[in-house]
């Protein structure tokens, strides 16, 4: 024992370098040890807040290239009247909504109230597609639960639906006064909606619904 | 073992349940081009499958319209722009490389950019270090003899 403590002794102090190096390891360690906890814990906060913004987000509303761009054209025959038309030309010169709608849709049924609100009090014209439906079954669902629309076109075989990018029901479009789609809005239609999103638009081109 | 298989079995080509029913194109080639087009092609229905494996009206109407598209003369890419313009990119399921999704196709390389970084300068401080005498400290003595 006695033997080892004389030993390592005069070692030491034979080889200062050795410990002044290891001493500068240490520093340089210390430094760097906020880094290597806050870098990685900055890197998860950012992941998280990737997590935590893409959980909020909807992933089955996908937004429309429509918007901003012309409405298509279109001509389809009326529900009330397949010999009459209803077409591009008569969304043009007010603000208007074109509902997309179906009786196989609940969604629709849930805003049928609020459509019937909005035809009532704020005297915006809302138009009507018919998706893919009976016409029988359209017919009667108006008569029975009250018409919203100014007119119905119906597209039984959904060619205009894909030209709108429709792929669910309901969608509710806004459409400008120069026939420009100004919003397209994803899910049952609500007055909370039409205050938040649809107003502020309509009130952004100047028009009065 | 059992992993292998596994493995062989998740790299091997699936069946594909193809939903479509409707008639061959005429042309092989059209059709070949109409089932490529039909496996890129998402369905927002149902988001996670192709139209070509969706049973969604909309997936078949987008299915007879496409078959209609290529039958009347239009190119791939004319059939591709139709649907981008009326759905937006999410419909591909490989997106254009576009201002809206570059960060879709950069991610990948810039994070292997930022590992690549990082793991050299791991290694090259590492390699800085000097390298720790422990020839005779540390290291239990041998034992001492008592001579």
């Known amino acids: 024992m006695l033997g080892q403590a004389t030993l390592s002794a005069p070692c030491k102090q034979r080889r200062p370098d050795l410990a002044l190096s290891a001493d500068l390891t240490l520093r340089s360690e210390s430094g760097t040890t906020a ?17 935590v913004v893409g959980l909020g987000k909807d992933p089955t509303l996908v937004p429309s290239p429509l918007v901003g761009k012309p409405a298509p054209e279109f001509t389809l025959p009326r529900l009330d009247d397949p010999a009459r038309t209803f077409g591009r030309k008569d969304l043009l010169g007010k603000t208007s909504l074109v509902n997309v709608w179906g009786t196989w849709c609940s969604g629709c049924r849930q ?8 035809a009532r009090d704020s005297g ?60 397209k809005h994803i899910a049952p239609m609500t007055l909370d909606v039409w205050r938040t999103e649809f107003l502020p638009r309509i009130a952004a081109v100047g028009a009065e619904p | 073992m059992g992993v292998l298989c596994l493995i062989i079995l998740a790299l091997g080509p699936r069946p594909s349940v193809a939903m ?3 008639p061959k194109l005429s042309d092989p080639v059209l ?16 988001q996670n499958q192709t139209i070509a494996d969706s049973s969604a009206p909309l997936a078949a109407d987008l299915r007879s319209e ?71 400290e540390g290291s239990p003595p041998a034992a001492p003899s008592r001579s």
């Not at chain 1, 805003?111 to 909005?118: D, P």
């Open chain 1, 35 to 51: 880094w290597r906890f806050l870098v990685p814990l900055f890197l998860f906060g950012l992941l998280v807040a990737v997590f």
């Open chain 2, 31 to 46: 059709q070949e081009t109409y089932e490529r087009l039909t496996h890129e092609v998402r369905c927002l229905v149902c």
């Open chain 1, 124 to 183: 915006i014209a809302i138009f009507g597609i018919n998706w893919k439906d009976d016409q029988q079954l359209a017919r009667e669902w108006l008569q029975s639960l009250g018409n919203p629309y100014v007119a119905v076109g119906v597209d039984q075989e959904g060619r205009t639906a894909i030209d709108w990018g429709v792929y669910g029901a309901p969608e509710t479009f806004l459409i400008g006064p120069d026939g420009t789609v100004l919003y």
């Open chain 2, 66 to 136: 496409i078959r209609k598209m290529l039958a009347a003369g239009s190119s791939e890419t004319e059939v591709k722009t139709f649907l981008l313009d009326r759905y937006g990119d999410y419909v591909l399921y490989k997106p254009r490389f576009r201002a809206s999704t570059a960060m879709l196709w950069l991610a990948p390389l810039l994070l292997l950019l930022v590992g690549g970084i990082a793991l050299r300068r791991i290694i090259q401080r590492r390699a800085d270090l000097p390298v720790p005498a422990d020839d005779d």
């Open chain 2, 20 to 22: 479509d029913a409707d």
């Open chain 1, 111 to 118: 805003e049928h109230e609020t459509l019937l609100t909005l």
